[in-house]
């Protein structure tokens, strides 16, 4: 609104006044304009302070469910993980949240590009370990410029992925573990055919396959991700009857991956009729399912399922009863 208020006050001068002063008006609208295009991230984390999080500080969210928050950092080009208990990337190594307000975190690691605009924090605020970020950059940045967490994961499974590793490392906060068992809810985009019907049109067709090709590339870094996560889940079910050695073995992780747009009952049926645990432990899930669920929950599921499938990650409101149902979906 203040954007729009700026250009039509150029406008008016534009029609009334001489030349320098329009020269004044639209140079004060440009500039101011700018300024005001770049506080869009800090109006989304005030709104999360006052409505979501009580201005509440990152520190302060203490638990007993560790949630671990993800930006993307494009100076690193790496994730940058917040907690009450620490700040974390591969390049800083492990620092404190300060007091840092959970808005902030949360605001940056949603900051999907272009829609909002690069959030900027100094790295000294989180007392990070300055000889690590020196001896892996001759100039290091002295900033975290981040955005969005899912353009480096979009499926945000990095930090189980590594974590071991990462306790390994530096000076980890204290009671923070090793995960054993992962259950990884993609909510990417399915994996449908997209017709692109413009792309051979002059001009706009360069710019829609730039778009295309992006499109493509963000859906195979979760493809590879899957398949690394398959592989782990499938060394940590044959371990017990596979021999390996000890190095395959460190990559053994129990847990699965669901999928978003499909059913709940997907996953236990595949299991059934075997005969053996994992066939009384998926009726055990189907078991549940029917009796979270008034009438038929096969059908109702696949309706929503179907559903929740079209819902997009744009800035457009979703309604209240769809945001429950993708919640009550992920947590199915």
């Not at 949630?67 to 700040?87: E, P, R, W």
């Not at 001009?203 to 996560?229: C, H, N, P, W």
Request: aromatic share 8%; with cysteine.
């Amino acid at each position: 609104m203040s954007i729009a208020l700026l250009v039509v006050g150029a406008i008016i001068v534009s029609c009334r006044c001489p030349w320098w002063a329009i020269v004044l008006a639209w140079v004060i609208a440009i500039v101011l304009g700018g300024w005001a295009s770049q506080q869009r991230s800090a109006v989304v984390a005030s709104a999360f302070d006052t409505t979501l999080l009580r201005r509440a500080k990152l520190k302060d969210m203490k638990t007993e469910v560790s949630h671990v928050m993800c930006a993307t950092d494009l100076q690193m080009g790496q994730n940058v993980f917040f907690s009450n208990t620490f700040v974390y990337s591969w390049r800083s190594g492990w620092g404190r949240p300060g007091k840092m307000r959970a808005a902030r975190a949360a605001q940056a690691s949603a900051a999907l590009p272009g829609a909002f605009s690069v959030v900027s924090l100094p790295l000294k605020r989180f007392d990070l370990p300055e000889e690590r970020v020196v001896a892996l950059k001759r100039n290091p940045p002295r900033k975290f410029k981040l955005l969005d967490g899912g353009v480096y994961d979009n499926m945000g499974s990095e930090w189980i992925l590594n974590i071991q590793d990462r306790l390994n490392e530096g000076t980890p906060p204290e009671g923070l573990k090793a995960v054993d068992e992962a259950i990884v809810v993609n909510a990417s985009a399915g994996d449908e055919v997209i017709e692109r019907r413009w792309v051979k049109v002059p001009f706009v067709g360069e710019i829609l396959s730039l778009l295309a090709v992006k499109d493509v590339m963000y859906r195979q870094t979760t493809a590879v991700r899957r398949r690394l996560l398959n592989v782990r889940y499938q060394i940590a079910q044959d371990r017990a009857s596979v021999k390996a050695d000890a190095k395959v073995l460190e990559e053994a992780l129990p847990g699965t991956t669901l999928q978003i747009d499909r059913s709940p009952f997907k996953l236990p049926d595949d299991f059934l009729g075997h005969g053996d645990d994992f066939s009384a432990r998926a009726q055990a899930a189907i078991d549940v399912l029917n009796a979270g669920t008034t009438g038929d929950a096969r059908a109702y599921w696949a309706t929503e399922s179907k559903a929740n499938r079209k819902v997009k990650t744009t800035l457009s409101r979703i309604k209240a009863a769809r945001a429950e149902s993708l919640i009550r979906h992920s947590m199915s």
